[in-house]
């Protein structure tokens, strides 16, 4: 018969074992390009909600990943970089605006090509929370 302490020790290990066992398999899998689903800016006017899946899916708005990562040479999910990588938030001219402005720039220059989503003048509907 094995004690109570040994039982205990062994479901322990069982446990340890399963835990190395799980971490290790995922490290295996191939891994996915990092995609944010949703995306939170912080912003003092209010912060703005994007929903980067909804914007990028085929069964959403099915943009392609270049239209907005426009440093992209390929649609290669793992090189996109944030936007502040390249626009700084505090200086920039007509030609590569600062961080705010690309932002406004490129989300409601889209908008109103498309004649669909927030567009310049209605702030609010992007600065909600
Ligand atoms: C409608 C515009 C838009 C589309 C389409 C889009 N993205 Fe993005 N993506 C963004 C914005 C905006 C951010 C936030 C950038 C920031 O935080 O400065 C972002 C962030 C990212 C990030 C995180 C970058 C980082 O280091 O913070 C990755 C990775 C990414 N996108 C990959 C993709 C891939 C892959 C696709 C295509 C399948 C795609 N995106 C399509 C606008 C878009
Ligand atoms: C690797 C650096 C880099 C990254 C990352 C980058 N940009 Fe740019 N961006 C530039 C440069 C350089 C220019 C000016 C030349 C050009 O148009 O390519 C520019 C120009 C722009 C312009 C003005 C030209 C136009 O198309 O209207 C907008 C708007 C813009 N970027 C928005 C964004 C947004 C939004 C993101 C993030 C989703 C982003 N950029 C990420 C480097 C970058
Ligand atoms: C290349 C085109 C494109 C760009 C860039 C883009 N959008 Fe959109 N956006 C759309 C389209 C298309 C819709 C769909 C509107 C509809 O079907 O009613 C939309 C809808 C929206 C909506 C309303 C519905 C929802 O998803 O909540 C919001 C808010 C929004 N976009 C925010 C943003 C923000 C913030 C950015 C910039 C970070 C951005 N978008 C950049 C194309 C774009
Ligand atoms: C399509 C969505 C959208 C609309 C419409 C929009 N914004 Fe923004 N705004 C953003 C995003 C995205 C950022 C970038 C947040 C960041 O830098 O992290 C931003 C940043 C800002 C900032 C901080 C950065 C800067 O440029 O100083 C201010 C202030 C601001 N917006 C005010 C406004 C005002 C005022 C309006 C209306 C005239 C407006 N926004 C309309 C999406 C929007």
Redesign the pocket.
């Known amino acids: 018969m094995f004690t109570k302490n040994e039982l205990r020790l062994a479901y322990a290990l069982a446990v340890c074992l399963s835990i190395v066992g799980a971490i290790s398999y995922a490290a295996f899998i191939p891994e996915a390009p990092e995609q944010p689903l949703r995306l939170m800016f912080k912003v003092a006017a209010g912060n703005v909600l994007f929903d980067h899946k909804t914007h990028e899916s085929v069964s959403g708005y099915g943009i392609s990943c270049r239209d ?4 992209l040479e390929e649609d290669d999910g793992e090189e ?4 502040g ?3 700084d938030p505090a200086e920039g001219d007509e ?3 600062k961080r705010g ?3 406004h ?3 409601t ?1 889209c908008h109103e090509e498309f004649e669909a989503g927030p567009t310049e003048s209605e702030c609010a509907k992007c600065h909600v929370i």
């Open positions: 907005c990562h426009h440093e996109a970089q944030a936007c990588e390249c626009h030609e590569v605006p402005d690309a932002f720039r490129q989300c220059g």
